[in-house]
């Protein structure tokens, strides 16, 4: 049976998507920068817990090469970078907070789970 060349072809869109925004951590990069406005390296990395520096580093230098983020480096000792959503990744926020919202009516059990960022911010 031959598969036809509408079933093989594939979304450049989606595959575009999924490999820019494809890595472990991306997502949350984003919305801890988005939406908590946590935006220096070691603050991220203390948010993400289980990454690695190197991971860390090698998804937002990703993310600031595809344009989503935008890196600010003070130029200081000791050393001072903060991360800011660029126009393209402001514009992806509406997704994202789509996706959140989608995901706290579909997977309850996660959403009612403490999130430690939050538990911090009430102390």
Not at 24 to 49: S, V
Not at 103 to 120: I, K, M, V, Y
Request: glycine content about 6%.
């Amino acid at each position: 049976m031959k598969k036809t060349e509408a079933a093989v072809q594939r979304c450049k869109t989606m595959s575009t998507l999924q490999k820019i925004l494809g890595g472990k951590w991306k997502l949350e990069i984003l919305y801890y920068i988005a939406f908590c406005d946590i935006r220096r390296f070691g603050a991220l990395r203390r948010q993400l817990g289980e990454i690695t520096e190197s991971s860390l580093t090698k998804q937002l230098r990703e993310l600031e090469a595809d344009g989503f983020l935008i890196r600010q480096d003070f130029n200081e000792i000791p050393p001072r970078v903060e991360y800011a959503l660029s126009d393209l990744g402001k514009s992806f926020m509406d997704v994202m907070s789509y996706m959140k919202a989608w995901g706290e009516r579909h997977f309850p059990e996660e959403a009612t789970q403490l999130d430690p960022f939050e538990h911090r911010n009430k102390v």
